[in-house]
């Protein structure tokens, strides 16, 4: 998924896990936006979409690299497949713009250069790990900023 709007981003220090509420974001009395938040542990950061920013464009392109080999779990056949995607993100605002992406991709993950990765186990019935990946950085006014990561992902056959 990748994050195409502006954005809350809250530490969550209550104590208690959150279990997907509604949240309302204010500003000086003004109601900015409504959502919901996932399941968020204590401690977690959690990300709230207020609207879709029209002054920040991001585009994600995904296509496959190629195939290698196939292998046999949870008497399935799995056949793995490359996968190369680019982000393009340009700032058209007359202002510096914080921007966070955010993306999730099961398999191997081969590159994600300058991303903070959280990796998650595999299901027992899924070989491919799970890695959530956050880029945060500042775009000046009219800047373009392009990205790309890399992985293998199995595929049922």
Not at 6 to 19: D, H, P, S, V
Not at 41 to 47: K, L, Q, V, W, Y
Not at 55 to 80: F, H, I
Request: glycine share 10%; aromatic share 10%.
């Amino acid at each position: 998924e990748c994050m195409e709007g502006y954005a809350a981003a809250y530490e969550y220090l209550t104590g208690t896990l959150f279990k997907g509420d509604p949240v309302e974001i204010a500003e000086g009395g003004r109601v900015l936006g409504q959502s919901k938040i996932g399941w968020t542990n204590p401690g977690d950061e959690a990300s709230v979409k207020i609207t879709k920013a029209l002054t920040v464009s991001v585009k994600y392109t995904e296509s496959l690299s190629g195939m290698d080999g196939v292998k046999r779990w949870g008497g399935r056949d799995w056949r793995k497949e490359g996968v190369k995607g680019s982000f393009s993100i340009r700032n058209h605002r007359g202002e510096p713009a914080t921007v966070r992406v955010k993306k999730t991709v099961s398999g191997e993950l081969v590159d994600a250069t300058d991303a903070k990765v959280h990796d998650r186990p595999a299901q027992p019935e899924n070989p491919n790990l799970e890695h959530d990946m956050t880029w945060e950085f500042v775009l000046a006014p009219g800047e373009d900023k392009v990205f790309s990561i890399e992985y293998w992902h199995w595929l049922w056959r």
